[in-house]
């Protein structure tokens, strides 16, 4: 079992950036794939990044290429996400999720994680 809680996030104007947190429960952080995800009102949850179980591969949706970064740091139980250039339609409430892996495998589709968070709010403001 694993308990995921996010932090981090709030109310930024556009152009501005938030680092969100996920920190994790247990001692086996570092054989999860983890990712996050988010959902905005009325929408379906979206992917948004994930990393493989040591941080050496990770995953982009397009629409946050170059502007978000996912990072882990598994002496601490916990996956980032830095999100720069913010933009109004990136308002939505963004989920971490975990799976285990066998391998250094990225996971971007939200039906193959078990674990999940109780989100975080991000506001753009324009």
């Given at each position: 079992?694993?308990q995921?809680?996010e932090?981090?996030?709030?109310l930024?104007q556009?152009?501005?950036?938030l680092?969100?947190?996920?920190?994790?429960?247990?001692?086996?952080f570092s054989?999860?794939?983890m990712?996050?995800?988010?959902?905005a009102p009325?929408k379906?949850r979206?992917?948004v990044?994930?990393?493989?179980?040591?941080?050496?591969?990770?995953?982009y949706?397009?629409s946050?290429q170059?502007r978000f970064?996912?990072?882990?740091?598994?002496a601490?139980?916990?996956?980032?996400?830095q999100?720069?250039?913010?933009?109004p339609?990136?308002?939505a409430?963004?989920?971490?999720?975990?799976r285990?892996a066998?391998f250094?495998?990225v996971?971007p589709?939200?039906s193959?994680y078990?674990?999940?968070g109780q989100?975080?709010q991000v506001?753009?403001?324009?």
């Amino acid at each position: 079992q694993v308990q995921l809680v996010e932090s981090g996030g709030g109310l930024v104007q556009a152009g501005g950036s938030l680092r969100l947190s996920c920190a994790a429960s247990g001692r086996t952080f570092s054989t999860y794939a983890m990712g996050w995800f988010r959902q905005a009102p009325g929408k379906e949850r979206e992917f948004v990044a994930a990393i493989s179980r040591r941080g050496g591969n990770t995953r982009y949706a397009d629409s946050v290429q170059g502007r978000f970064t996912i990072s882990r740091d598994n002496a601490k139980n916990t996956v980032y996400l830095q999100m720069n250039s913010l933009k109004p339609e990136d308002t939505a409430v963004y989920y971490c999720a975990a799976r285990f892996a066998d391998f250094a495998v990225v996971v971007p589709f939200l039906s193959e994680y078990d674990y999940w968070g109780q989100g975080t709010q991000v506001t753009v403001s324009s």
